[in-house]
């Protein structure tokens, strides 16, 4: 299963994010947010999530940048 995980995959507590962005345009002023989702999960961990018929965007972004997201990245890590 390891295998399968994207290079930037980020594993903290035995749980896989990956950086992932809403799909759908992206307006020119300000950067697409990029939240820790876990794959094939529709709900990233800050609990943001894809709107009706809408999707995350491939490929996986190479950092998360969602505060939040990253917030509760970091508290996963103090668990271990
Ligand atoms: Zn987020």
């Given amino acids: 299963m390891l295998d399968s995980l994207p290079r930037n995959a980020v594993v903290r507590a035995n749980r896989v ?7 759908g345009h992206v307006s020119n002023s300000r950067s697409p947010v990029f939240h820790a989702v876990t794959p094939f999960c529709r709900m ?8 009706p018929g809408s999707g995350w965007a491939e490929p996986p972004g190479e ?7 990253i917030r509760r990245l970091a508290r996963l890590r103090l668990q271990r």
């Avoid at 990233?44 to 999530?49: I, K, N």
């Fill in 17 to 23: 994010f990956v950086a992932l962005r809403k799909s």
């Fill in 44 to 51: 990233s961990l800050c609990a943001d999530e894809p709107g």
């Fill in 63 to 69: 950092h998360v940048t969602c505060a939040a997201c």
